[in-house]
């Protein structure tokens, strides 16, 4: 079945440092990947997103690109704020999960002043 | 627009209680999801309604599990009698179609439940 694996965690960085937190999946088919971010005390939002190879999904200066050859999706930023301190998830949609999403186990993200 | 709407927020109870969580889905949005949510871990989908059919209940314990969706709008998820393992966040997820695969999944804010 469908899986994906996010790297271990918890992420502790200075504000305006690079963010990468990597991403791996395994799929049939042609999945759609998508990032999740949860603030404290609040519901998963979706961060971006992206439904084909080598679509590059970005949003509030986050990206990530779907890559295939490497079943891969990893979030980046350039330079986080503390405002970004969450949890992110990789997850997927599609294949053997279809109408749902599978989750990674998600990454606690720190950003200290 | 109001978002997924979930209540309680937070229940503690004994364990072999019973207990009920509800979702208010995003007015229009067809399709509803329950997903359980261990510490540390990522959602786990336990149901899936189109309407008021449940198209996807295989993750569901039915022994002590169930749901209902009815008039299609909003739902409500019971277990009876809980378990200590039970404790976890309950999340609750609408969108406008489970048909395709692209669709957002709006999340409410969770029901954390504590089994004592």
């Known amino acids: 079945g469908n899986s994906v694996t996010q790297m271990e965690g918890p992420v502790t960085l200075s504000e305006e440092a690079f963010l990468t937190i990597n991403c791996t999946y395994t799929?049939?088919?042609?999945?759609?990947l998508f990032w999740y971010v949860q603030y404290p005390g609040e519901g998963l939002q979706l961060l971006l997103k992206a439904t084909k190879a080598d679509d590059k999904g970005s949003n509030k200066g986050f990206e990530a690109t779907y890559r295939k050859e490497t079943t891969s999706f990893h979030l980046e930023k350039g330079s986080v704020q503390v405002s970004d301190s969450a949890v992110y998830f990789c997850a997927l949609s599609g294949g053997t999960s279809y109408g749902k999403l599978t989750f990674g186990q998600g990454t606690i993200l720190t950003v200290h002043p | 627009e109001a978002g997924v709407v979930q209540s309680p927020r937070y229940k503690i109870i004994e364990k072999k209680q019973p207990v009920a969580f509800w979702c208010n889905p995003i007015?229009?949005?067809?399709?509803l999801y329950w997903y359980l949510q261990n510490l540390g871990q990522g959602p786990e989908l336990l149901i899936r309604?189109?309407?008021?059919?449940?198209?996807?209940d295989s993750q569901l314990p039915k022994d002590r599990f169930s749901a209902e969706r009815l008039k299609g709008v909003d739902s409500t998820l019971k277990i009876q009698p809980a378990e200590l393992g039970d404790s976890a966040v309950y999340l609750c997820?609408?969108?406008?179609?489970?048909?395709?695969?692209?669709?957002?999944?709006?999340f409410g804010p969770g029901t954390r439940l504590t089994v004592l």
């Open positions: 997820a609408s969108s406008p179609s489970g048909q395709g695969i692209y669709n957002e999944q709006f």
């Open positions: 309604y189109e309407n008021e059919e449940a198209v996807d």
């Open positions: 799929a049939t088919g042609y999945p759609s």
């Open positions: 007015s229009g949005h067809n399709t």
